[in-house]
């Protein structure tokens, strides 16, 4: 019988470790935290989007971190394999908007204590409070791990520590430095579905407003480099929200290239209509409110916290009659309307992303067993390793298939 540990309780660890235990391997869980599954228990905001109803193609272009690494191990382990898995296992999931798929109940600690309820079954040994320090390796194989606590022998080890964002759930990164002790490359470490800082600081006078429906555009030298629509979010340091969340990687990937200043995120605020109809719209309201002052004439077409912003952005006076309103004016507040404009300072830190990009090198990896080219016993799942995707389900959906790639190749070998 194999004696496999398996560092770190996240979604890549729970998976490897029910896994390894189901198939008859000798399993010790070791999680630093004082329970498994801390940011699972945070995710979809409470609800856990567990993965999506997404062809695998779809997976792998939403994956802008390496995806196509994920070929391999998506052929071992798809998305309706996961979802036949956690059926079995009792827990009922339903498909919403854009494929993301849920809990049934809509609680992320459900996915959480059922996999609780699996390792007890497959008789896996976990150890919380308890933080590996060192994986021990002798003439190029996985020998055992050190602990702050013990040591352990064995013959396999899955390092599935996360990365760095949300340290509090306990991903601070000691993956890498685990394998960067054994011989692995570490790529740069960066943030990836992270708020964006904006220079502007009106932003900070309509913080918490929420817009939905709304064109959201990354530009950069006179061009758009990626559009979504949904929606965002003010905050008092800048923006943040599904669409912000999604274009923070364009906007990574412009910071870190040259000559691309200014970056700036232009918002369309009616994106379902054309800027004549817009503008027809808007003389509808003005003869609607013709004796008012223009900053009383918007509030059918805007929140109410925005138009002072709106009225300000184009060079306008609040208080002018709306009577007074040129169509020059008028065609200037359209334009705003449509191409709000805020200019890019930089992201917020990787902490406080959603997920972390880059890790441990994916080169060192075979995507079929996800074992370590260098190391013999040794194994890397989730999001410890250089793989990031979009929202949408897809970061667990990897963390959970390399894990269970992962434990099978140690349980059975060769596929
Ligand atoms: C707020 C938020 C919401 C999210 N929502 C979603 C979502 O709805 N859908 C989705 O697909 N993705 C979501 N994600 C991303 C997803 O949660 C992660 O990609 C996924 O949890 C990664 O799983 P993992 O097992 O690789 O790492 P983690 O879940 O981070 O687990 C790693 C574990 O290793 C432990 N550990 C670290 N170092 C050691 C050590 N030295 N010894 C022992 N244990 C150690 C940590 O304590 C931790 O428990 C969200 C992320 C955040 C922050």
Not at 242 to 268: F, Y
Not at 311 to 336: F, M, W, Y
Not at 369 to 397: C, H, P, R, W
Request: with cysteine.
């Amino acid at each position: 019988m194999k004696q496999i540990v398996i560092v770190g309780g996240g979604a890549a660890g729970l998976m490897a470790a029910a896994i390894a235990g189901r198939e008859g391997a000798r399993v010790i869980l070791i999680e630093k935290m004082n329970m498994v599954g801390k940011k699972m228990g945070i995710t979809g905001k409470g609800r856990c989007n567990i993965t999506n109803s997404a062809d695998m193609s779809e997976f792998i272009h939403n994956t802008p971190g390496n995806g196509k690494f994920l070929y391999g191990v998506y052929e071992r382990f798809s998305n309706t394999d996961l979802l036949n898995l956690l059926h079995s296992w009792g827990l009922k999931t339903k498909v919403e908007r854009g494929g993301r798929v849920f809990p049934e109940s809509d609680s992320a600690l459900e996915v959480r204590n059922t996999f609780i309820k699996v390792l007890k079954k497959y008789g896996v040994q976990v150890h919380t409070n308890e933080s590996v320090q060192k994986i021990v390796v002798q003439n190029d194989k996985v020998t055992g791990v050190v602990t702050d606590k013990e040591s352990y022998a064995c013959d396999a080890v899955i390092i599935a520590t996360g990365g760095k964002s949300y340290p509090l759930t306990g991903s601070t990164g000691d993956g890498y430095k685990l394998a960067a002790l054994l011989g692995h490359t570490i790529t740069d470490i960066r943030p990836s579905l992270v708020p964006i800082v904006i220079k502007e600081q009106w932003v900070k006078n309509i913080m918490g407003l929420s817009l939905r429906n709304v064109e959201v555009s990354i530009i950069s030298k006179g061009k758009t480099q990626s559009s979504m629509f949904g929606e965002m979010m003010f905050t008092h340091f800048g923006v943040t929200g599904p669409t912000i969340l999604s274009l923070s990687h364009t906007v990574g990937k412009l910071l870190r290239k040259k000559n691309t200043n200014p970056i700036t995120i232009s918002i369309n605020l009616k994106p379902a209509l054309t800027a004549e109809v817009l503008d027809k719209r808007l003389q509808k309201d003005f003869e609607l409110y013709s004796k008012k002052q223009l900053i009383n004439g918007m509030k059918d077409l805007l929140p109410q916290n925005l138009i002072p912003i709106v009225i300000g952005l184009a060079e306008l006076d609040s208080h002018k009659p709306i009577n007074q309103i040129t169509k020059e004016e008028r065609l200037r507040l359209c334009h705003v309307l449509q191409h709000m404009t805020l200019t890019v300072e930089g992201l917020r830190p990787v902490e406080e992303a959603i997920v972390t990009s880059g890790g441990i090198s994916l080169k060192e990896f075979n995507p079929k067993t996800m074992e370590s080219k260098l190391v013999q016993g040794l194994y890397g799942a989730g999001e410890v390793l250089d793989i990031d995707a979009f929202t949408g389900g897809y970061n667990l959906q990897a963390a959970f298939s390399t894990g269970y790639v992962a434990a099978m190749h140690i349980v059975h070998g060769d596929d």
